[in-house]
Structures are given as C-alpha cells and as structure tokens.
C-alpha cells in the first residue's frame, strides 16, 4: 500500500473519544476534567495506557505536559502533534481530546501498516489549557515554550484556592523532564473549529492561518453596600450596577467595532449578593479577542475608558489584574498550505480561517513552523455538553493530520529550507 | 415625678444594643444574625432573658414571634411596640434591634419608676423580617397579622434549602401561642431611618406617614453556554448579556420615573460562571419600590415590557417568581399626629416622611392604629457594617416612644374613638 493510501479508523477513533469522554462525563452528554483535578488525573492515566500500548516513549515533564515519541528511521527532533485533555466545567468530548486521541490515531494507523518515517513522530497533551481553574489558558504549553517559568506557573493558584506545582504532585504528574521542551521539527493541532463558519459555508476541513489575540482581565468594582428600599437612586455607589453596565458597554464595544472583535463578560460576583442590599463590591472578567493586535490594544484602550466613565459617575473605585494576554499569531505559511494541499488531495472542501479560540499551537509556534486543522462543530456549539462534530468530519481530520505528519516527516518531500528554524510571531 | 417628665436611660439603651450587636458579630462593627441560625437564636435567648428579668410575661407564637407583656391596671389589648432582631448577612446592630431593645428601656424606665400604665404594653420581635434567608420579608408579622397562613409560612425554604419549620425547631423557637395573634391596642415602631432624608436636612425625629410598596421578583434567564472566544457576537444567546441589560434597564427606569421609584439588582448569579464561556444561565433579583401602588404597578409592567424586549433580541427564554408583593401602607394619622406631638414636646425638629424599606408596623396596621418612628442613620447608610445612629438620636427616639405609649396605654388622653378598631389599608 502507498502511504498516500493510508487511512484511519473512524471507529477505533471514536471509541476512543467515547471512552476518554466517560472520564468526567457530566450525564448529559459533556464532560468536566478541570486541570488538575482528580478526573484529570483519571483522564491522564488512560491516555498514557493508551500511548504506552502502541509502544510509545512516553515522558512528563516539570509542568505536567506528557510527549509520547514513536521513533523514525532517523534521530532528530519529531514532527509532533497534540492538544490538551482538559475541559472546562461544562465541556464537551472533543475540544482538545481530539487533537490528542487523532495523534494516537495517526500513529496507530502507521503501526497497523507497518510503516516507519524517517523522522520520529510525537503525540503531546499539554497541562491546563483551559484556564478555567489556572489561569493562563495554554499554561503547559506556555511553559513548555519557555515563554512562562516553571517556577512561576507552579506557583500559580487556582479558583479554588489550589497552588498548581501542589496539585500537579497530589496527581502524580508532575515530571522529570525539564523545562522548556525540546523543539519539534514542527507542529500540526488537529481540533474543533469551536465556531460556526466551516458549518455555515459547508466545509469540512479549515486550514487556521492564525489565532486571535486574547485579553483577559479580572475587574473589581468596591462601592458601597446599602438598604434597597431607603437610598435614593442618587445617592448610590452600586458595584452590581457598574459591572452589569459595563458587560453592556462591552458588547456595544464588538458590535461597533465588529469583524473579528469578541467581547464576554462570563464570570461575574456581587457581594453581598442579596435581593435587598444594594452591592457594595462586583468581582467579573472581560474577555477581548481579535486577530489583530492594533485592534486589541483599541478594544482595551476603549472598555478601560468606558469603566473609568461609568465608575466616576457612580463614585466606586475599581482595580483590574490581568489574567491572560496574548498577541494574535500567525501560522507558518508553508503548514497552511500543506493542510489545505493534503486536504484538497483528499478530496475536501476548504477554506482558510483563522482561530477565534486559543490554541496551545499558538504556543508552539514560537519554537517551530506550526499550524492547525480545523474541522466543523455543529452550531459552532463548544464549550458545551451539546458540542458534536459527525463522524464524517473527524474522519475527515484525522486523515488531513495523518497525511500532513507524513509529509512532514520525510523532508525531502517539504518545501522548508532544509532545517527547522524559530519562527518569531 | 410626673410622667410626662419621664426619660429613659440612654447608657442602658446602648449597652444593650452593643451586647445584643456581639452576637454573630462580624467583627467590622457589624452583625450577621440570618433568621433561625444559631446566631439569631442566641440573640432571641439574650432577649427573652431581659424580658423575663423585666417581669415580663413571655410567649412564643407558631412562626416563633416572641410577645412580652407588661401588666396594666386594666385588662385588654395592649399597647404594643417592637421590631425584629434579625438582620440581613452584613447588617448593622441598630437595625430592627432598636425597636426592641428601645421598648424594653421604656418598660426598664416605667419599672424604675414605679409607673403602672391603664393599659397593659407589650414588646415583640417578629421572625424573619430580613427576607434575606426565606422571602418573603416581614414574614413573621404577616403571619401574626393573619395575611400569610402558618401552614404555608411553615413550609417557606431558605436560600441554603433548609424548610422554615425544620429550622424553628431546631432552634427551639416553634411557640404554643396561635397565629394570627391577638390585636393591639395600637401598634408604634422606633426604627433607624436607613436613608439619608433626615440626616440631609438636619432633623432629629421623623414622623413616618407610611412604607413604600415592594415588589421582589427572581428572573431566570435561559440562552447557550458557548465558546467566548470562536462565538461571533451576532450569533450569541448570552444569559449573562440579558441580566446585565436588565439591571442597567432598571436604573434607568428608577430613574426616569424619579421620585419615591427605586429598583435595585442585588442579586446575581451566572452559570457556569468562567471566564471564557459564554453564560448559558443567570439567576437574579429585582426589586421595586414605590410609595404610589399604581406607580409601582406600571414600574412591574414597564420592567416586564423591556424583559421582554432584551430576550426576544437575545434568543433566550425567561422565567420569573415572584419573591414578595406588598402593596405601600398609609399608617393610621392618629398615630402619626401623636408621634409628631410628643417629638415636639420633648423639644425634637421634626419630619413626616414615608419609609423606604419595609417594616413590621406594615403587617400591624392590618390589625390595629400603628406607626413608626424614625431616627436619623449617618450617611444614609444600613444593611452595612457602619450602619450608625448617634447616642443623642437614639435617646431622642427612645423618648418619643415612651411619651407615645404612655399616652396610648391612657385612653383618655388619646382622640380615638374608644375602643381599637381594624384599620384597613
């Protein structure tokens, strides 16, 4: 059989996506693996039976990122792909696991065939990319890009209260392999688009030629609490009022600005919190996300002017932490057009776009050429129980991964000048 | 000594409402007394000592209101005073106390005196007047003045899911005496303003006309969890966006339809509340007052009319319950004459006004003549730690509740027609 005929096991690929989604399952189709936490720990274990089964080399590293190798012909660094095994608190069985379990996939399927590359071939799943409970997102793949100290990350602490170098160790995974990693020859994150334009154009396989800049910041609101019935309209300093305008502010920011600016108020406190006191104190986050940092930078620029216009006309003060920012970045060209070229060979409809969602190859893409297959989530539906790509489409995906990985592990067929170069984004 | 030359003792006064502030102190100067937690219950305990230290006759009702009563030369109906001693999670300690502790120093003074009045005088604290951990407030008063059942306000579940009558007889507050209870006499509340209106314009005394109406409401709005960063903006059904609209929406209508009108959110809760998740879910309250019913009624049907609007916009759904409704209540002008009367006789300005917030006289005015008085409240400032009344003030109302109920314990120096008729409002 020519490698170019090689293709994967949608079944075997979705019993695994099953399996790996039973671990955390919430009972109404999503799942809840916060980083970390003990159904991580359970998520962790089974992939690394999984990775140690196809006869893997599989390492863990200070931060907790795992790297399963499958040795080439040849030394050298590995064409890697990967994603993260974590969920936010009501997620779905295929953000992240798919990148991950495709990876095993691709490899199994090599395996099956009995076909060795020249280069080797790494599978990663990178620790909290989520951010819900640490804050960064990407925090593994951060780390493992040199771009956070792990001593820094380790003394990160979570909503609850955790410090992450802690529970990194209760869970067992808390490696030997230093930090930063080594880098791939490049890297390839199969995932879902997490958005509705693939489903809305009805194409199957987005070539990402980059991802959106993020801006997450915590505000504070302190005003002052007070009797609901007795204070005239005038006289208060209502921290609930403030942060529910401001939420309302930052929605009228994106549309004005529209094309690819976001804005999200997701996470939002009052104290005391009770139907008849007036809030004397508002904790919420805002989250701006565009693909080009000039526009960022206007976004933030204008909500911070917008809060310190409702806060002075109210009377409360306000501080603000910075919980995530990162610049928008560009994939490599010559990994765009290999996604699109291998899908096309493969009979796909495509498109290219960019990620509206964080990625850990964003991270990656500091170290070497990187990029992204993305396939549809049906109404763009993500982060959520309901989450669903067909069968058909991760099909589709895992055979784009499977095709470019072996591409790009012989590199007498690749158009990069000869060696793997940092890539500055 | 002649009686109207009678005057409490303010350091008393003090000293009780210091020790009764003690318990569940939240040691900022405030107090967390939620009704029936072990804190309101050593509170009731402190209480019920001192009535029965003062001679009082002691009983508890079904719904745990505690009357103590002071023999007259004559029987019948007494005359009546009192308050709560429940307070809201970050309360003050004069609020509510003041009426209690403010009737037992008129009695003290009486004692001391050797006075014994015609009329019998009663002291009572109602249960849960806060509303803050079962709505509806005022909740033992409605069930003493026969509005609310005792079957139905038995069965009431708190905010942390605990059933009212479970937690009245934990607490060992569930009385013998029947609901309703038997009607006063006539009924008179000492009370902190808990606003602003007397301190702003210099008064010591405020003769209080009647109470705002209230209308609680708990929305629950229904959209899409969804992914902040890949969900373009036009294509969200954003639970946290409609309640933060919402509240801005209130404000502005408070503020439009000025006057009495507020409207306050107090209230709110997102699911699942993360930073990059569109919220699918937000539980909150609203409440409305008004002075005017009909006012109040186009303040609920306005509200309602932009609910409407903001979800339809959205693509989310909502449901409401109801939480409270208590129609605004004119107090009995025999009452508020009286009070005026006896302020200005004992050399104290003095203001008729309304009352923002809700009060037990309200339900008490079903049964009997009843009215408050007021003392001013620094800042305007209640259901917050620095809630404060000065020495000087709070004697000056202790006063004007003593001057009030000796003349109403003596029928013959009142203008009522004889006997106490029901007043309805």
Known sequence: MQRHDLRVDIDRLTARLDELGAVGSTGDGGCARLALTDDDRAGRDLVVTWMTDLGMDVSVDEIGNVVAVRAGSEDGPPVMCGSHIDTVATGGIYDGNLGVLGGLEVVETLESAGVVTKRPLAVAFFTDEEGSRFAPDMLGSLVYSGALSIEEALDVVATDGARLGDELGRIGYQGPTPCP??????????HIEQGPVLETHGETIGA????????WQELTIQGQSNHAGTTPMSYRHDAGFVAA???VRARELARRMGADQVATVGRLQLSPNLVNVVASKATFTVDLRNTVEKLLQYAEAELSRQVDEVCRSEGVSCSSRRLARFEPVEFDSRIVDLVERTASRLGHSTRRLPSGAGHDAQMLARMCPSGMVFVPSVGGISHNPKEFTSA????AGANVLLGAMLELAESDVLHFDGECEAVAH
């Open 181 to 190: 990693g080594i880098a791939p020859y490049a890297y390839i994150e199969l």
């Open 208 to 215: 990402v030629t980059g991802v959106q800049g993020i801006s």
């Open 245 to 247: 305008s401001i939420a």
């Open 392 to 395: 058909e489409h991760l099909e």
